[in-house]
T-cell receptor, first 116, second 111 residues
Framework: EAGVAQSPRYKIIEKRQSVAFWCNPI?????LYWYQQILGQGPKLLIQ????????DSQLPKDRFSAERLKGVDSTLKIQPAKLEDSAVYLC??????????????FGPGTRLTVL | GDSVTQMEGPVTLSEEAFLTINCTYT??????LFWYVQYPGEGLQLLLK?????DKGSNKGFEATYRKETTSFHLEKGSVQVSDSAVYFC??????????FGAGTTVTVRA
């Protein structure tokens, strides 16, 4: 079974530029998550989708971050414009059902973003 | 708010040594507790979990027991191998199903 795919793996941009990350979850997984992991910290949930609807985006900085999951499959996360503090690893995860505690989240390898 | 505090690293051990990584939590309800592991160059993966008090999660020789009285979920392994070198994250989840992670503990096992 193929895992969660993410691209690109690495991205370096100047502040105020825009960037987009792509995630393809495990086939058939209804729930998709985007996390931000700043160096030395644990991952922090940015947004959770169930199929193509948003379940939780309470920690997404909506003035600069946006995410979509068209057709309930793959997803893109965009930052526009980027700030220095956005430097982090962006993790995508998916789970089979509705994201309950019995539903394991499977993580992709992440995209490492450096903002200069 | 709900949070997890785990032992700071890095931790360096010799092969076959005993490993303990401490994890304590603060939560308004009764969370489920998890340990995730991130091997070099790979994504996070679930190592073990426990969903109620006194449950013991176990996998790959690792164990952790959900202790409600001490709000802890310490990770242990009796004899580590070089292949156990990784970053370990403790996490909790409440009714909203969000995972809240600790800061991670880097473990290096020397041959």
């Amino acid at each position: 079974e193929a895992g969660v795919a993410q691209s690109p793996r690495y991205k370096i941009i100047e502040k105020r530029q825009s960037v987009a990350f792509w995630c393809n979850p495990i086939s058939g997984h209804a729930t998709l998550y985007w996390y931000q992991q700043i160096l030395g910290q644990g991952p922090k949930l940015l947004i959770q989708f169930q199929n193509n609807g948003v379940v939780d985006d309470s920690q997404l900085p909506k003035d600069r971050f946006s995410a979509e999951r068209l057709k309930g499959v793959d997803s893109t996360l965009k930052i526009q414009p980027a700030k220095l503090e956005d430097s982090a690893v962006y993790l995508c995860a998916s789970s089979l059902l509705w994201g309950g505690t019995t539903d394991t989240q499977y993580f992709g390898p992440g995209t490492r973003l450096t903002v200069l | 708010g709900d949070s997890v505090t785990q032992m700071e690293g890095p931790v360096t051990l010799s092969e076959e040594a005993f490993l303990t990584i401490n994890c304590t939590y603060t939560a308004t309800g009764y969370p489920s507790l998890f340990w995730y592991v991130q091997y070099p160059g790979e994504g996070l993966q679930l190592l073990l979990k426990a969903t109620k008090a006194d449950d013991k999660g176990s996998n790959k020789g690792f164990e952790a027991t959900y202790r409600k009285e001490t709000t802890s979920f310490h990770l242990e392994k009796g004899s580590v191998q070089v292949s156990d070198s990784a970053v370990y994250f403790c996490a909790l989840s409440l009714n909203d199903y969000k995972l809240s992670f600790g800061a991670g503990t880097t473990v290096t096992v020397r041959a």
